[in-house]
Structures are given as C-alpha cells and as structure tokens.
C-alpha cells in the first residue's frame, strides 16, 4: 500500500498528494476530463464537482478546487481514492499499448423523431446542444454527424448522444451508419469538443422563443426547483435521451419556465411529461408555490 501525505501549498485553492513513488519522469497539466485521456484515475477526479485543475509531476498529485467547499471536507477521501488505485493498478497512467474497446447500442426514444446512442465511455460532463452547423465549430464530433445530411440536430450528456434527423429517412436505415460512425469515432480517440467550447448561456438558448428582456431567476423557490429538477427528474428524462434546464419562476403567477434538450424538444409526448411527471412532482414538493410548468422550446 503506498504512503500518501497531504501538503497545502501557498496557494489555499491547491492541495498536494505526495507518494512514496515515483508517478512520471514527466509533468502533466489537465484543465478538463477532455485532457486526461492517458489516466483513468485523473478522469475520475473530473467527476468530481469541485475538481478545477489536476497537475502530476515526480511524486505528486496538485489539484486545484473550485470555492465550492472546504479542503478538509475531502482531503482524506481522496487520499483513500488514490491508495485504494494504486493497489488495483501498477501505474497512474493508462499503458500505450493499451486500447479500450468501444461499444455503442442505438435505442429509441418517446420522439420518433430521435435515436439515442449509448456507449461505454464518458463523452461529456457537462450537456451540449447543438442545433446548427455554426453551433458545431467547437463541437468536433457533431460538426462531422451534420455531414450525414438528415441529421438535424445532435445532443451530448454523459455517456450518450441524441441525433435529431429529418422525415426523408428512417432510424432503420441508418441505425448502423450512425453507429459505426460513432464508434470509429471514439476508437480514434479525437476531441468530443475543441478547447475553446463554451456551453450556451441561459439567456441564449432559443433567445427568440424568449421574451423581450428575460432573465433567469435565482430566488429562494428558484433555488429549490433546481434542486426538484436535478434530483427527482433529470434522471428520468437522460434516460429518455434528453435534458430538461431550469430557465426561471414567476412568483406573481406560479410560473416555472424550462427549455427542453435532446430527445424532450419536440417529442409529441413532451406535453404529457411537463404536466404528468414534472408539474405533478414540482406542485407535490413545493404545494402552493406552482401553477404551470412551460417549455419554451
């Protein structure tokens, strides 16, 4: 079992993990899951909700946090982490003659209109949309999916990508195209997204279904529909291959906003899930506080 201590540095936001081994005769700067393609154990730091940077060198681990929490929240539970890899793996880094075999499944979801692809390996921490050609110049793998021409728009999350296609096709004429598309893609170990993507801004998406002057709400209710949403709903609706983003909440008339992404933006049964499942769920935690749920999408 390796001997792990933790140092702080002159710096409060960084924390240092120094071994009794040696990690690299290189240094390494990670900045995204995206960066750390060569050590599954760095990828697994990204998972982590206050994880900002990660820098190895010699015989240390630097991460860097965001000011979310406190290091003597975690500190000891990431030295754990590391320990318990360490005795599972000779090595930090993943071998170069090592080569992860991708898998991608299709499946359908409530739109017909959108085909789901789930593979074995995590595209993305965070949600991409994109909807255009122009929206798919930091988004390397949906700027090649619009080369397909009925593909129409593309969602990333997770581990899986939604595909909006026209009426001119249907899904099993192109299942295994797509798929093996994807695959090939993965295998070849290039960008999901360019270095330079920025995620859209609230205020940006679908900015003309957006009434003049909107701003998205940050009060108290807000705040706990948020926390609704990302608990007891987004689960549910990944499932189905798309997102639901929390957009505001009018106190004068009970109003929650949303937009919908991914396979929930124009599915026929998307009127059924906003007032079935997430109006239902929202007026039964928060009674008296909801009226309506809208898409405005």
């Given amino acids: 079992m390796s001997n792990i201590k933790i140092e702080n540095t002159n710096n409060s936001a960084i ?3 120094v071994f009794d081994k040696m990690l690299t005769e290189n240094s390494f700067e990670y900045h995204s899951v995206e960066d750390a393609k060569n050590s599954d154990l760095v990828k697994q730091l990204f998972h982590l909700p206050f994880v900002k940077n990660v820098y190895v060198t010699a015989n240390f681990i630097a991460i860097e946090k965001f000011d979310i929490l406190e290091w003597h929240e975690v500190q000891e539970e990431l030295k754990d982490m590391f320990s318990n890899y360490l005795q599972d793996n000779e090595s930090i880094f993943i071998p170069k003659n090592k080569t992860s075999i991708i898998e991608v499944f299709a499946e359908s979801t409530p739109n017909p209109s959108v085909q789901k692809f789930v593979t074995n390996k995590l595209l993305s921490a965070q949600n991409i949309e994109v909807s255009t050609r122009d929206e798919a110049r930091e988004v390397p793998i949906a700027m090649e999916l619009f080369e397909f021409s009925y593909v129409k728009e593309v969602f990333i999350s997770d581990n ?26 993965l295998q070849s170990d290039r960008r999901i997204i360019s270095k330079n ?14 009434a003049p002057g909107f701003k998205p709400t940050n009060d ?8 609704i949403l990302d608990e007891y709903i987004k689960p549910a609706v990944a499932g189905d291959g798309g997102n639901i ?3 505001s909440y009018i106190k004068e008339t ?3 906003n949303v937009i919908l992404q991914g396979a929930c933006n124009g599915c026929p049964s998307s009127t059924i899930t906003l007032k079935n499942g997430i109006e239902a769920t929202l007026k039964q935690f928060l009674p008296n506080e909801i009226g309506s749920v809208n898409a405005l999408n």
């Avoid at 108290?220 to 926390?227: L, N, P, T």
């Fill in 15 to 17: 924390i240092k993990f």
């Fill in 160 to 185: 899986y990508i939604s595909i909006m296609k026209d009426e001119s096709i249907e899904w099993f004429e192109i299942n295994t195209e797509i798929r093996d598309f994807i695959k090939e893609y």
């Fill in 197 to 210: 993507y920025q995620p859209k801004k609230i205020e940006n998406i679908k900015n003309s279904e957006l």
């Fill in 220 to 227: 108290d209710i807000s705040k706990q529909i948020i926390s």
């Fill in 245 to 247: 983003q929390f957009l």
């Fill in 254 to 256: 009970k109003e929650v």
